[in-house]
């Protein structure tokens, strides 16, 4: 049983679009992590929310903590072929003292 | 520069030929950590280590070992490699006393194929 659900798993979109990406849970968090992947690279971390209902914004990208700390979603405003790439939702270590990963959606954004 | 590097980035082997892959880091980080990632599972912890002699398993630990005996390097040992093993591993480090913002640095990825 996957611990944290993502969906969708794929996303195509054009540039410009909007678009937004869900990471749910049947677990409450103290907090948790966003991170972008690149083809050939490794995760780079994105932002991490910590209060139930926080939104943290990093340019274009909106990232929002739900109130009872169990889901997030990531919203894309006016896409581009730049935000290409593998996006991550991750908690931990302070549900025991590992790390966990959500599937991933995959988005590719055609120009 | 901070980083975290792994060797080798690309590795084909046979059943049962014992490899390793060194992951090292220059962040004097306390927690480090092996995932694979395969497609559709994402990415899945192998093996932690709170500090230096102190590993712990992670979700998938069956068929892999580690050693933690300096603060810098954690590498990933497959003693006899199965074809299920292969897959995409990532070293990955953090300041664990952080908690509240635990940014993980991972490596670039080491691509293993077992034949």
Excluded at chain 1, 63 to 73: C, H, L, N, T
Excluded at chain 2, 1 to 17: D, M
Excluded at chain 2, 26 to 47: A, C, K, V
Excluded at chain 2, 59 to 77: H, T
């Amino acid at each position: 049983t996957q611990l944290l659900e993502q969906s969708p798993q794929f996303l195509s979109i054009q540039e410009g679009e909007n678009l937004t990406v869900y990471c749910n849970s049947s677990s409450v968090f103290s907090s948790l992590q966003w991170y972008r992947q690149e083809p050939g690279e490794g995760p780079v971390l994105l932002v991490t929310v910590v209060t139930g209902g926080e939104v943290k914004k990093l340019k274009r990208l909106t990232f929002q903590f739900g109130d009872a700390r169990k889901d997030s979603s990531l919203h894309i405003t006016a896409a581009q072929t730049g935000d290409t790439g593998l996006y991550l939702c991750a908690v931990g270590p302070s549900t025991g003292n590992q790390f966990y990963f959500g599937t991933g959606t995959s988005l590719t954004v055609i120009p | 520069e901070a980083q975290v590097t792994q060797n080798p980035r690309y590795l084909i082997t046979v059943t049962g030929k014992k490899l390793t892959v060194t992951c090292s880091q220059n962040m004097n980080h306390e927690y480090m950590s092996w995932y694979r990632q395969d497609p559709g599972l994402g990415l899945r912890q192998i093996y932690y280590s709170m500090n230096v002699e102190v590993t712990d398993k992670g979700d998938v630990p069956e068929g892999y070992k580690v050693s933690r005996k300096e603060k810098r390097n954690f590498p990933l040992i497959l003693e006899s490699p199965s074809p299920n093993q292969t897959s995409l591993y990532f070293c990955a480090s953090t300041a664990a006393t952080h908690r509240a913002s635990y940014e993980q640095y991972f490596g670039p990825g080491t691509r293993l194929t077992v034949t």
